[in-house]
T-cell receptor, first 108, second 114 residues
Framework: LAKTTQPISMDSYEGQEVNITCSHNNIATNDYITWYQQFPSQGPRFIIQGYKTKVTNEVASLFIPADRKSSTLSLPRVSLSDTAVYYC?????????FGDGTTLTVKP | DTGVSQDPRHKITKRGQNVTFRCDPI?????LYWYRQTLGQGPEFLTY????????KSRLLSDRFSAERPKGSFSTLEIQRTEQGDSAMYLCASSSMTGNTEAFFGQGTRLTVV
């Protein structure tokens, strides 16, 4: 299972765009990249998934370079409620390795 | 609510006792996963089922842990002779088998061994 590396923590202010980068140098050909959000005492919640290039949904964008050894989650115009831990995963659906995540703190 | 359901939400037990947790996945999902999460860490994969077959077990799943999914629907995770180190959040997730769709997680069962 591919190992991921993310910053431990990030701070931002309301209304700003936040970019969280994840390194996954050993990603396998069949692996997808998935990002989850987790609030305290809750299970992780799916944000976005991609294989290559760029994926966008109603809450985030995911940028994946051609070599797929990293990915960047982009959250536009964050609010206080986006304060959470964000996990980058590579692998096959639920059989994925969670790292320690990035704790995002959004300040007013 | 048709999401992943876990029961109980909280469990306090004495060291040495056995505990069992239940997970009800999203009804049309073939795959079911168990994870363990300790404070400040990301979830650690324990095991997964495709229908009733247990296809993979992590080396984290010691002999004291056993998981079943007898009819390919709900699943149970049993921990025998609990130890204080078993204190954690136990998360269940499910996904479909086709394509590479995401796994949906339940709220978890928080186990405290005293």
């Amino acid at each position: 299972l591919a190992k991921t590396t993310q910053p431990i923590s990030m701070d931002s202010y309301e209304g700003q765009e936040v970019n969280i980068t994840c390194s996954h140098n050993n990603i396998a050909t069949n692996d997808y990249i998935t990002w989850y959000q987790q609030f305290p005492s809750q299970g992780p919640r799916f944000i976005i998934q991609g294989y290559k290039t760029k994926v966008t949904n109603e809450v985030a964008s995911l940028f994946i370079p051609a070599d797929r050894k990293s990915s960047t989650l982009s959250l536009p115009r964050v609010s206080l409620s986006d304060t959470a831990v964000y996990y980058c995963l590579v692998g096959d659906r639920g059989k994925s390795t969670f790292g320690d995540g990035t704790t995002l703190t959004v300040k007013p | 609510d048709t999401g992943v359901s876990q029961d109980p939400r909280h469990k306090i037990t004495k060291r040495g006792q056995n505990v069992t947790f239940r997970c009800d996945p999203i009804s049309e999902h073939n795959r079911l996963y168990w994870y363990r999460q300790t404070l400040g860490q990301g979830p650690e994969f324990l095991t997964y089922f495709q229908n009733e077959a247990q296809l993979e077990k992590s080396r984290l799943l010691s002999d004291r842990f056993s998981a079943e999914r007898p009819k390919g629907s709900f699943s149970t995770l049993e921990i025998q002779r609990t130890e204080q180190g078993d204190s954690a959040m136990y998360l269940c997730a499910s996904s479909s088998m086709t394509g590479n769709t995401e796994a949906f997680f339940g709220q978890g069962t928080r186990l405290t061994v005293v």
